[in-house]
Nanobody, 122 residues
Framework: QLQLVESGGGLVQIGGSLRLSCAAS????????MAWFRQVPGWEREFVAG????????DYIESVKGRFTISRDNAKNTVYLQMNTLKPDDTAGYYC???????????????WGQGTQVTVSS
């Protein structure tokens, strides 16, 4: 069973940066398409960024293009989300997710981490 654990969240000022990490265990991460989602209480969970198994294909929602970068290190069984030029609208719980088939931004993800909170303040 694949298990995912996120880290790296926290409080940051507008314009600042954070790097989230998602460490996988139980299975080799190289077999999974990975993604980051975010959710604000009372709102639906939102796809943020996704990456193919070998890292050659990525996808982002429009609002984070040019600011966020998803990457992976399969040797370390870890996926990252580098977040730059953070805005208050980026405040949310960020969740790592994995699936075994499909494109990075379509279909359902089967495995989820517990989330890490990102708060952007002025």
């Amino acid at each position: 069973q694949l298990q995912l654990v996120e880290s790296g969240g926290g409080l940051v000022q507008i314009g600042g940066s954070l790097r989230l990490s998602c460490a996988a265990s139980g299975r080799a991460l190289k077999s999974y398409i990975m993604a980051w989602f975010r959710q604000v209480p009372g709102w639906e969970r939102e796809f943020v960024a996704g990456i193919s198994c070998n890292g050659t294909e990525t996808d982002y929602i429009e609002s984070v293009k040019g600011r966020f970068t998803i990457s992976r290190d399969n040797a370390k069984n870890t996926v990252y989300l580098q977040m730059n030029t953070l805005k208050p609208d980026d405040t949310a719980g960020y969740y790592c997710a994995a699936k075994e088939a499909g494109g990075p931004s379509d279909g359902e993800y089967n495995y989820w981490g517990q989330g890490t909170q990102v708060t952007v303040s002025s």
